[in-house]
């Protein structure tokens, strides 16, 4: 596709469900990256991979969180044993590289009910 | 650390009046510096970059900014408002020496008065 597609773009969840959020970068980028943005704050960083190598997951709340790329492309992070606090928007982002910009999806919303 | 600070977490400005949001890096090493754009439940768009070529740099919808090593700032400015630049800013930093990750500023919402 013409740019990063993430999907589901919404997803409500009960408490203590398992989430998988899936990216697909723009082909042929190198770089992809996961952010949360909380309503009203910034993006946080959370982890992102070079090809399927995961370069730094040092975002990544607690270890209900994990993320994969096995091929270097689409990437899913996925979330064990909802909570309520990990409602937010999770944004997946694509670069060519690892020093150039990233572009961004459109999100997924979350809501852990 | 290395990180950006945006200094304004709120700026208002009349319509067809300046704009100027500021912000700063802290980095041992040149970094590259970003500004997006994000506005109301929409995602987020690059506007502009710096990565060590011209200082000055330009950027969608008349926005600039400027790299000013001396005073580790990149400040985002357009020198007359529109409505439609109504919007979260954000500033983003990335160095190949250390995280090697975008990393974000809080952000500045710009609110434009009619």
């Known amino acids: 596709g013409a740019g990063v597609s993430q999907s589901p773009r919404y997803k409500v969840t009960k408490r203590g469900q398992d989430v998988a959020l899936r990216c697909d970068p723009i082909s042929g980028h190198v770089s992809l990256y996961w952010y949360r943005q909380a309503l009203g704050q910034g993006p946080e960083f959370l982890t992102y991979f070079n090809y399927e190598a995961q370069q730094d997951k040092s975002g990544l709340p607690n270890d209900r969180f994990s993320a994969e790329r096995p091929e270097g492309s689409i990437s899913t992070l996925t979330i064990q044993r909802t909570e309520q606090r990990d409602s937010a928007m999770y944004r997946c982002?694509?670069?060519?590289?690892?020093?150039?910009?990233?572009?961004f999806g459109q999100g997924t919303r979350l809501t852990v009910v | 650390a290395q990180s950006v600070t945006q200094l304004d977490s709120h700026v208002s400005v009349s319509e067809g009046t300046p704009v100027l949001l500021r912000c700063n890096y802290s980095?041992?090493?040149?970094?590259?510096l970003f500004w997006y754009v994000q506005h109301p439940n929409k995602g987020l768009q690059l506007l502009l970059k710096?990565?060590?070529?011209?200082?000055l740099v330009k950027g969608i919808n008349g926005f600039e900014a400027e790299f000013k090593k001396s005073e580790t700032s990149f400040h985002l400015t357009k020198p007359s408002a529109h409505m439609s630049d109504a919007a979260e800013y954000f500033c983003v930093f990335y160095s190949a020496f250390g995280n090697e990750k975008l990393t974000f500023g809080t952000g500045t919402r710009l609110t434009i008065i009619p």
């Open positions: 710096y990565t060590s070529a011209a200082t």
């Open positions: 980095s041992s090493y040149s970094p590259s």
């Open positions: 982002a694509s670069s060519p590289r690892s020093n150039t910009e990233a572009f």
